[in-house]
């Protein structure tokens, strides 16, 4: 058990609908990542929160967006949803954005969005 | 742009046997490398890491991993696999910069009775 916690483990939803994805951090962890996981793409960075500011973009789609909030959980909001965006999304924190044992990310089991 | 290889898609080994995964990194400076391993279903699981010093680093599970700036290297070794190993396993360098993990596509391990 990494600390990261996600929910839900498993969504099914239809196309154009809107979800959301909650994240808890591990204790401590001031920095949280989004990540998709899918066959054709492999594990991409999405966007990056550190202590409720956005620290950091990947391939993030304009149909995406994230927050962090002040208690530091996170939520992934994906709307207009096209059968494409099913994927694994991975929640991932980190103590700080500093050098050494700060960087270690530590990933949560995920998210199963799947898009009918 | 910083970027990860895997050059073997998938591996079968007999349990018992050694293992060894290959990942070669591109990266302009230091590099901060990882493993994490998937099973089945599963999220993903942090075996071991590398920010400086020893470039032979233990982690969880009796893997361990050799950091070689040479040949831009960070391959993962086992000297004897157990069933239980079955799974897929990434390298990831960390863009300090982007703060971000850049993936290699994975490598499948199948182990056989």
């Given at each position: 058990?990494?600390?990261?916690?996600?929910?839900?483990?498993?969504?099914?939803?239809a196309t154009g609908q809107r979800v959301t994805l909650r994240c808890s951090p591990r204790s401590g962890d001031l920095s949280v990542y989004w990540y998709q996981q899918s066959l054709d793409q492999g594990l991409?960075?999405?966007?990056?929160?550190?202590?409720?500011?956005?620290?950091?973009k990947g391939n993030i789609l304009e149909r995406f967006s994230a927050q962090q909030f002040p208690d530091l959980h996170s939520?992934?909001?994906l709307s207009s949803l096209e059968l494409g965006d099913s994927a694994l999304y991975f929640c991932a924190s980190s103590v700080s954005l500093g050098t050494g044992n700060g960087n270690t990310i530590y990933f949560g089991e995920g998210s199963w969005l799947t898009v009918v | 742009a910083q970027s990860v290889t895997q050059p073997d898609i998938h591996i079968t080994v007999s349990e018992?046997?050694?293992?060894e995964l290959r990942c070669n990194y591109s990266y302009g400076a230091t590099p901060y490398l990882f493993w994490y391993v998937q099973s089945p279903g599963q999220g993903l699981q942090l075996l071991l890491k590398y920010f400086s010093g020893d470039t032979l680093v233990q982690g969880i599970k009796g893997f361990e991993a050799e950091f070689k700036r040479s040949q831009s290297s960070f391959n993962l070794r086992k000297p004897s696999v157990?069933?239980?190993?079955?799974?897929?396993y990434f390298c990831a360098v960390l863009d300090t910069g982007r703060r971000a993990l850049t993936f290699g596509s994975g490598t499948r391990l199948q182990v056989q009775p």
């Open positions: 058990d990494s600390g990261v916690t996600q929910t839900p483990k498993h969504l099914i939803t991409q960075f999405l966007i990056q929160y550190y202590n409720g500011e956005e620290r950091a939520e992934l909001n | 018992g046997a050694s293992l157990h069933w239980s190993d079955a799974a897929e």
